[in-house]
């Protein structure tokens, strides 16, 4: 079982959809998760970070963290041909050190 | 603002040539970070510093070395390069989160 697993993807949403992303992750000591977005070429940048459990809004974006479950997640209200992206997933034990990735998501928004 | 730098951002090498991947930061920041990534993957990490005379492996370090020259800089050392060793691959700095990306050196060994 991988670390963090995210689906496997592409998702491809019309213009003005919501658009869902998830990621899973094994090691119940993850205390950390963030969403980072990569358009084609190019390096990854941060877009959210979540660390307790609940909802975190910013924008159009909102992360889900629920630590029961493992599981955390990015919707994105409203989606724009300018959000598409690989979005990856990354875990952090800790509050030092490194952070593990997903194989990331490809969102296509379609005008 | 010049944040992370990579350098180069393409090479190609042969079979066996070695090389060295610079990057150096000027956020001030104590950790830094080695990527490679391979087409429809995520990030795998391939060593990582904490801080100025640390390095530490990560998932992937077989055939790499990686030196901490100072809280600047940090460099990744392919000795005897191989095909599967064909990548791009980003350096990384944060203090905490978020971690700040380089734009990335393409890779291709022939």
């Known amino acids: 079982q991988k670390e963090v697993e995210q689906n496997s993807g592409p998702l491809s949403v019309p213009e003005g959809a919501i658009a869902s992303l998830n990621c899973t992750y094994s090691d119940r000591g993850s205390q950390s998760f963030f969403w980072y977005r990569q358009y084609s070429g190019k390096s990854p940048e941060l877009i959210m970070s979540i660390y307790s459990n609940g909802d975190k809004e910013d924008g159009r974006f909102t992360a889900q963290l629920n630590k029961a479950s493992q599981y955390v997640s990015l919707l994105i209200r409203d989606s724009q041909p300018s959000d598409s992206a690989t979005y990856l997933c990354a875990v952090k034990i800790g509050n030092a050190g490194k952070s593990t990735f997903g194989d990331g998501t490809t969102l296509t928004v379609k005008p | 603002n010049a944040g992370v730098t990579q350098t180069p951002k393409f090479q190609v090498l042969k079979t066996g040539q070695s090389m060295t991947l610079q990057c150096a930061q000027d956020?001030?920041?104590?950790?830094m970070y080695w990527y490679r990534q391979d087409p429809g993957m995520g990030l795998r990490l391939i060593y990582y510093s904490a801080s100025e005379g640390t390095t530490d492996k990560g998932e992937v370090p077989n055939g790499y070395n990686v030196s901490r020259l100072n809280k600047r800089e940090f460099s990744l050392r392919l000795e005897s390069a191989a095909p599967s060793q064909t990548s791009v691959y980003f350096c990384?700095?944060?203090?905490?989160?978020?971690?700040?990306f380089g734009d990335g050196t393409r890779l291709s060994i022939l």
């Open positions: 956020m001030n920041h104590n950790s």
């Open positions: 990384a700095s944060s203090e905490r989160e978020p971690q700040h």
